[in-house]
């Protein structure tokens, strides 16, 4: 038993996350400020506190739990968490989804409920089974298990579909394997299918992007058995292959999405406004802002999802760069502080859960900061601590509470 | 991490620093470039965002007549617009906008062009909507969100019938007329004059409209005023006082004949000023004063009474003996008879010109007359050969210098111009023969191609009521005042003319029952054969003033079809003048006016006798 409970040890980390929640309420409440009061978003700020309180309550008591649980119920809860997800996926096919962006929001909590608890259990699972080796990866064949165990819930979150979601999972298998000392060209060329993906957009973009996979292959040939340098080329020329199939199977509001990307005005009435108008948004805030609920363009609901994925866009109008800055400098030393954690961190286990945490939390900050300024496709993620949503605040500050126990504990 | 060095656990950390910072300082450099360096492009946007800036119309200036009554005001009317989105959801807002408000099949495709052609600007669904409808749409409000509803001044005419043809009528902006460039920053929905004063002072009456700035939602809903940038107060139209009496052109009404078609003008002699400017029939302008419906339209257009025509100004018709004042005038002007001059030929009933017998209309003829018994007598076989005397070629070219092939010149669209032989090229060109000097004989009596409007006779007369000038009439009291033409004859020769047509309201005279107890009446009848075996075009042209005093109004009726001028024209010429100066002289009105209806009520007609003029 220690003098001083888990959580007060790292009270740089807890404060920051209590300091984000709380400027999440804030924006929140702001969002429901409107000069057409509507009645979706004006009391939301008092269930997001109340969410809030819970997620503290949960940070007091699951801090204290011994860390060695975690490791115990890491395997229980991933089955169960992709059990559920997949029953969810059936449940929730029977429910009709609202068009464009919108359709994320209509299913609300019942959706994101079992992802965001998915998404911890995936970390839970994938950090023990990386702790349990005795050696870093060496080899692509190595990372088949976790990618596995990645790809299954990825995949059922990807039918739902929430693309957004499914990325976070990508972010998580990341950090986790590069914690886990993975050498960097194993990891890019674990990546590469994905990078092809893309690329395919261009047959000559992609052919060139082949080639220079290739002669990285060959350079790396003494580290990886020949049929992984097979398996890499032929994931790649896969991804290829699919993505024109991928591309038309996607739903006419994901391909705008996408599109509009690259050029906002190709449809500024729809998939494009949203873009256009966060980034009107953000911009028209300035140096310092239009002031605390003085948003013009958040009070005259420009931005659809204002107080879910495009909280970020009031924050950046009402407080300007000053508090976009401020924002990203709280998240920055929240990063800074878990890779701390980590680097300290006395067992395999909790280096690599708070990796995976970390996985989780950057991609959702950097998608959902970089599609509020049109940095990325809007892909509909919120931001960790700040947007609306009970489920995910409160799943937030239970992986929080888990980082802070699992990060003092004793081999 | 016991199965990772520390070494190798500080590069992987030291690594991952960098992974998390590089990607956040790539965002703050997004930031600082939106927030910081574009700012003010963005600010602008989001300005332009939420402001939506309407179009407050402004009220149209006042008319009013001489005494400051009222002929043409406002009173508040809605328009209902739709502001502009996608043109389906547009198009879905119109829809439902009809279970509402009613609107023609016309409106509906005009409408529905404008909106799918993406207008910048609000479509005006409604220029004048309907109280009821604008109090249910109110009520509905949220279930319209891209309706806009405006008061808007509408205009009225209290004068109703009396005003149309003089006031006009007012219409909304058609394309034509935008691409026109007539009228000044004109935008779709502008009510502009279309006919009457309120065409010919448009750019008075108009006035400038304002703009307000309203904030929008997302949803194109109006939010409320705009507190950030002030707009622009609208301004109202110039008031425009008219020369024009009310009372007059009231009683004018109630004494023309009932069912017959005609004008009367009434000119203030001293400045031109119009007094009255009477079309019968008329119609209501109010019809106009909203959006009027093509079947509104087309019934005044194909009444079989012409409503719409303005005969006083536009209406052509033969002047018969009435313009042989105006040969007398081109006489007296060339010198070629002197007053008291006698003809060679005496009146025998008829005049032998060449091999033509040309005949006077009384068959035992006048004997021999001076120029005032010629025109008391209106004796055809005098102004035979006063025409003769003054030739052909000189009086066409004196009666063009008189304006008989023109305008007046008033203050009104579309007058009509005399019709009146240019020259005698005229017979060349419209019927391939030289004209014999014979042609004087029917154009000095006033028949032959000569056909004016009562307005060019009235100012012709005003011509003959003062010192031989003719200002043009005007309506507008504060136009400054139009030199016309003038007649250059001494002043005696003026007043001998004026003899001869008072001598026709003196015992003898054709029009003596017309003769008024307090005033001075002069005039000349005219029966203008009309053709076509119909009556006869019944004329009066006359002036009245004190008695012994000049003449101070000038007023000209015209009957359509009436036929004896001096029995249905002349009573209403003596009636409006003694109207209108027992007004300005402060003698009580009275019904009973003219020395007929005095012997028809047995009063004392002592004041009939015979006085000789002034």
Known sequence: MKARPAWFSEAGFTATILVLSLLGVAMIFSAGVLEVPSQITEGLWLRQGVFLGAGIVGLLVVSRLSPRMFEWVAMPAYVLSVGVLAVTLVVGSGTGTAEGVKSFLSIGGFRFQPAEAAKIATVLALALLLARREDPPRYLRDLLTPAALVVVPLALVLLQPDLGTALAFVGIFFAIIFWAGTPWPLVLFAASPGVALILAYSARVWSVYIVLLAIGLYLYRFRLYLVESVSVILGNVAAGAIAQPLWNSLAEYQRNRLLVFLDPGLDPRDAGWQLIQSKVAVGSGGLLGKGFTAGTQKRLAFIPEQHTDFIFSVLGEEFGFIGTVLLLALFGFLFLRMIRMAETARTPFAGMFIFGILGIWFTHVFINVGMTIGVVPITGIPLPFISYGGSFLLMSWLAAATVVAVANADP | ?614
């Open chain 2, 1 to 614: 991490m016991s199965r990772l060095r520390p070494q190798q656990r500080k590069t992987l950390a030291t690594r991952a620093r960098v992974f998390v910072v590089v990607p956040l300082a790539l965002l703050v450099g997004v930031l600082f470039r939106a927030q910081v360096l574009r700012s003010s492009d963005w600010l602008l946007q989001s300005e332009e965002n939420r402001l939506r800036s309407l179009v407050v119309p402004a009220p149209r200036g006042i008319i009013r007549d001489r005494a400051g009554r009222v002929l043409a005001d406002n009173i508040p009317g809605y328009s209902v617009a739709i502001v502009p989105d996608q043109p389906d959801s547009m198009l879905s807002t119109l829809r439902r906008l009809r279970e509402h408000l009613v609107l023609s099949g016309e409106r509906l495709e005009d409408v529905t062009r404008q909106i799918q052609g993406r207008p910048p600007r609000p479509v005006l669904v409604s220029v004048d909507a309907p109280f009821d409808a604008v109090a249910a749409l109110e009520e509905r409000r949220s279930g319209f969100p891209r309706l806009l509803i405006q008061s808007r001044p509408k205009r009225r005419y209290p004068a109703r019938e009396l005003g149309a043809h003089v006031l006009g009528y007012v219409g909304e902006i058609n394309e034509a007329e935008l691409e026109s460039g007539d009228f000044e920053g004109a935008e779709p929905g502008w009510i502009v004059g279309r006919s009457g004063i309120e065409a010919t002072y448009e750019s008075m009456l108009q006035g400038k409209p304002g703009t307000r700035y309203v904030e929008v939602d997302a949803r194109g809903r109006i939010v409320g005023p705009f507190g950030g940038v002030s707009g622009v107060a609208e301004e109202p139209g110039t008031d425009i006082d008219l020369n024009l009496d009310l009372d007059l052109m009231e009683w004018i009404h109630h004494i023309f004949p009932e069912g017959m078609k005609g004008s009367v003008v009434a000119l203030d002699v001293e400045t031109g000023g119009v007094l009255a400017l009477y079309s019968a029939p008329s119609f209501d302008p109010n019809v106009f004063a909203g959006v009027v419906s093509r079947a509104e339209w087309s019934r005044l257009v194909n009444d079989s009474e012409s409503p719409l025509y303005h005969r006083a100004v536009m209406g052509r018709y033969p002047p018969g003996s009435a313009w042989k004042l105006a040969t007398a005038a081109i006489a007296l002007e060339l010198g070629v008879v002197a007053p008291g001059d006698r003809m060679s030929t005496p009146c025998q009933g008829s005049f032998v010109y060449g091999n033509r017998i040309a005949r006077c209309w009384k068959p035992e003829g006048h004997g021999s007359l001076d120029l005032a018994g010629a025109i008391q007598h209106s004796c055809n076989v005098y102004f035979y050969q006063l025409g003769l005397r003054i030739g052909l070629e000189r009086l066409l070219e004196f009666g063009n210098r008189m304006g008989f092939g023109d305008q007046c010149g008033i203050d009104l669209p579309r007058e009509a111009g005399g019709n009146f032989p240019e020259g005698v090229g005229y017979w060349q060109r419209r019927y391939d023969y030289e004209p014999l000097e014979g042609e004087v004989l029917s154009l000095a009596i006033g028949q032959g191609p000569n056909d004016q409007t009562p307005l060019k006779m009235a100012q012709f007369l005003v011509a003959i009521a003062r010192d031989g000038s003719a200002p043009a009439p005007t309506l507008y009291g504060g136009a400054p005042a139009r030199e016309g033409w003038w007649l250059d004859i001494p002043p005696e020769h003026l007043a001998s003319i004026r003899e001869g047509i008072h001598r026709v309201t003196q015992p003898g005279g054709t029009a003596h029952l017309s003769s008024l107890e307090h005033f001075d009446l002069l005039g000349k009848t005219s029966t203008a054969e009309s053709g076509g075996g119909r009556p006869a075009h019944a004329w009066f042209i006359g002036m009245a003033g004190l008695r012994g005093g000049p003449p101070e109004i000038v007023v000209v009726a015209l009957v359509e079809f009436g036929g004896s001028g001096s029995e249905v024209a002349a009573p209403l010429v003596a009636k409006a003048a003694d109207y209108y100066l027992r007004g300005v002289h402060g003698i009580p009105r009275d019904t009973i006016q003219t020395l007929r209806e005095y012997l028809v009520v047995g009063r004392n007609t002592a004041w009939a006798a015979f006085r000789p003029a002034g």
